[in-house]
């Protein structure tokens, strides 16, 4: 299944590799920093238009929910998009995943930013240990274990 990925890229990146690395999914080309200010140089219309391209084929969009995910204008941008063209579209919580040793705390729900979107499931495979902290190895497990059935879940607009 391929899908299209959303979400805050200087905050998120590193886990987004790690969901990219368990293989349930085929996403779209993660483009590097490079690239991204590559795209970002043309101009909001170039920033459409990439994104037009790499959601076309995609059979979901998962708006991968980090700490300053519901903020960013991309984001709200992407979820509108996918609402509009009826593509499914759910979201999974990744605070919870390691970045460079690091767990983030938890983000508001990008989908309450975006007028008129509703219903949308979002997953949030997060464990704790038994004090209470967020425990990356059982998270990442969890999440690799539900990927691939909890994309396919995606609310469509009616």
């Given at each position: 299944m391929a899908v299209f990925y959303s979400f805050h890229y200087q905050r998120d990146s590193k886990r987004v590799q790690l969901i990219e690395k368990m293989g349930a999914l085929e996403g779209q080309t993660i483009l590097n920093y490079q690239k991204w200010e590559e795209v970002k140089s043309r101009g909001d219309k170039a920033i459409k238009n990439w994104i037009a391209e790499q959601m076309k084929w995609k059979s979901?969009?998962?708006?991968l929910i980090g700490k300053e995910t519901a903020s960013r204008e991309?984001?709200?941008?992407?979820?509108?998009?996918?609402?509009?063209?009826?593509?499914?579209?759910?979201?999974?919580?990744?605070?919870g995943l390691s970045s460079m040793g690091d767990v983030d705390s938890a983000g508001p729900n990008p989908f309450d930013r975006v007028h008129g979107v509703s219903g949308v499931p979002v997953f949030d495979p997060t464990r704790n240990d038994r004090l209470g902290r967020i425990d990356s190895k059982a998270t990442y497990n969890t999440l690799a274990d539900n990927l691939r059935e909890?994309?396919?879940?995606?609310?469509?607009?009616?």
């Open positions: 979901a969009v998962i708006v991309w984001v709200q941008y992407e979820i509108q998009k996918a609402w509009d063209d009826k593509k499914p579209l759910l979201g999974i919580c990744i605070h909890w994309s396919t879940q995606g609310k469509v607009r009616p």
